[in-house]
């Protein structure tokens, strides 16, 4: 069997420690050092690895010592979203693998920088939109592309949370362009934008409406509605808040000609199929009629979902990131390409940009022009 893949975690906060407990809990992975530039961070996180239970991984304060460890191979970027690129291209330059936090960066310049270093580097490289591993998820794009829902005309994305005015209050990046890179379309709603350009394909243009109307002492809004036209014609609306008290779940519905289903908290809540009912049709009686009642055939597209229990990392709550994990290290042992790349984080980032022109400028903004912008 092949050794653990060594991992310097870069970035010690909350989602750090989500890293760190996932990478110590894989068989395929070890926290090979903890790296922030507030050592007490890391030292507590190492901390808490050992009463966990893991091995206590070596501390420093210095990125530059962690990437000259023999026994890193690989870092998960942690650090606030406007350092991402940064670091990211540093550890790229080492020759080592990179993971990275959603989002990609917060500006198209800077995600076009951890592309090029990508490219010259050759090693893997991947962004966490752990939802894309959900077995929802999978069902629903497999579907997709089958072709089973037929022709998806649209779509609907809410990510409808609740962020008091403490936790902005809580570090002076949260709220800010330069570090947070936008409010709950960026920071919250990332992933959900990434689903919806998974399940529906290439964006073309983006018309939205910002607005900060819950939160003070922040530059960016907390609430997002907006229109996303794609390239086969599907129309999206996308709406994101931090304003929806006490805070609801993220839902995505994804709708076809000939089926439809819809994701809520990460469930599969509604699939129907034309396709799926003429099969079971024909065989319970022998006829290719549909019946005149829809089912719910959730259960006859969705895969067993297996959950390791009992311990950090290895819990319901991160799951996604360990099947992000374990697709990363997949594609680092056999040189496959991980399942979310640098060119699909940069479209959803892109995608935000555009949501952000468009309330700025009240116009229309075609996403290609801004990926134009930042070859």
């Given at each position: 069997?092949?050794?653990?893949?060594?991992f310097?975690?870069?970035?010690?906060?909350?989602?750090?420690?989500?890293?760190?407990?996932?990478?110590?809990?894989?068989?395929?992975?070890?926290v090979?050092?903890?790296?922030?530039?507030?050592?007490?961070?890391?030292?507590?996180?190492?901390?808490?690895?050992?009463?966990a239970?893991?091995?206590?991984?070596p501390?420093?304060?210095?990125?530059?010592?962690?990437?000259a460890?023999?026994?890193?191979?690989?870092?998960?970027?942690?650090?606030?979203?406007?350092?991402?690129?940064?670091?990211?291209?540093?550890v790229?330059?080492?020759g080592?693998?990179?993971?990275?936090?959603?989002?990609?960066?917060?500006?198209?310049?800077?995600?076009?920088?951890?592309?090029?270093?990508?490219?010259?580097?050759?090693?893997?490289?991947?962004?966490?939109?752990?939802?894309?591993?959900?077995?929802?998820?999978?069902?629903?794009?497999?579907?997709?592309?089958?072709?089973?829902?037929?022709?998806?005309?649209s779509?609907?994305?809410?990510?409808?949370?609740w962020?008091?005015q403490?936790?902005?209050?809580?570090?002076?990046?949260?709220?800010?362009?330069?570090?947070d890179?936008?409010?709950?379309?960026?920071?919250?709603?990332?992933h959900?934008?990434?689903?919806?350009?998974?399940?529906?394909?290439?964006?073309?243009?983006?018309t939205?409406?910002?607005?900060?109307?819950?939160h003070?002492?922040?530059?960016?809004?907390?609430t997002?509605?907006?229109?996303?036209?794609?390239e086969?014609?599907?129309?999206?609306?996308?709406?994101?808040?931090?304003?929806?008290?006490?805070?609801?779940?993220?839902?995505?519905?994804?709708?076809?000609?000939?089926?439809?289903?819809?994701?809520?908290?990460d469930?599969?809540v509604w699939?129907?199929?034309?396709?799926?009912a003429?099969?079971?049709?024909?065989g319970?009686?022998?006829?290719?009629?549909?019946?005149?009642?829809?089912?719910?055939?959730?259960?006859?597209?969705?895969?067993?979902?297996?959950?390791?229990t009992?311990?950090?990392?290895?819990?319901?709550?991160?799951?996604?990131?360990?099947?992000?994990y374990?697709?990363?290290?997949?594609?680092?042992?056999?040189?496959?390409?991980p399942?979310?790349?640098?060119?699909?984080?940069?479209?959803?980032?892109?995608?935000?940009?555009?949501?952000?022109?468009?309330?700025?400028?009240?116009?229309?903004v075609?996403?290609?022009?801004?990926?134009?912008?930042h070859?």
């Open positions: 069997m092949s050794a653990p893949i060594g310097a975690v870069v970035g010690c906060g909350v989602i750090g420690r989500v890293h760190a407990e996932v990478l110590a809990a894989l068989p395929d992975t070890a090979a050092v903890l790296v922030d530039t507030d050592l007490a961070a890391a030292e507590k996180l190492a901390a808490h690895l050992g009463s239970g893991f091995p206590v991984p501390v420093t304060a210095s990125l530059a010592a962690a990437l460890r023999g026994d890193v191979d690989a870092a998960a970027v942690c650090v606030p979203s406007g350092l991402h690129a940064d670091v990211s291209v540093a790229l330059e080492s080592r693998h990179l993971v990275v936090e959603k989002p990609i960066d917060v500006s198209l310049a800077a995600a076009a920088r951890i592309a090029r270093a990508a490219e010259e580097a050759g090693t893997v490289a991947s962004v966490i939109s752990q939802h894309r591993f959900d077995p929802a998820s999978v069902a629903v794009h497999e579907a997709v592309t089958a072709g089973r829902l037929g022709r998806v005309t779509g609907v994305a809410t990510v409808p949370w962020r008091s403490e936790y902005y209050d809580s570090g002076a990046w949260r709220g800010t362009w330069e570090l890179g936008g409010g709950a379309v960026m920071n919250q709603g990332v959900t934008v990434d689903l919806l350009l998974w399940f529906l394909g290439r964006p073309v243009d983006v939205a409406h910002t607005a900060l109307l819950a003070e002492r922040i530059e960016v809004e907390d997002v509605a907006a229109v996303v036209r794609f086969s014609g599907a129309l999206a609306t996308l709406h994101a808040t931090t304003a929806a008290y006490p805070g609801l779940t993220v839902r995505i519905q994804v709708m076809g000609d000939r089926g439809s289903a819809v994701i809520d908290d469930e599969l699939f129907h199929s034309r396709e799926l003429r099969s079971v049709a024909a319970d009686a022998g006829a290719g009629a549909v019946p005149d009642e829809p089912e719910d055939q959730s259960a006859a597209v969705l895969r067993p979902d297996e959950e390791p009992g311990g950090p990392g290895t819990s319901g709550m991160f799951a996604g990131h360990r099947r992000q374990e697709d990363v290290v997949a594609a680092i042992r056999t040189g496959a390409a399942g979310v790349t640098v060119a699909d984080a940069t479209l959803a980032l892109a995608t935000v940009h555009a949501v952000y022109a468009s309330a700025r400028t009240g116009a229309t075609t996403v290609a022009d801004l990926l134009d912008e070859p």
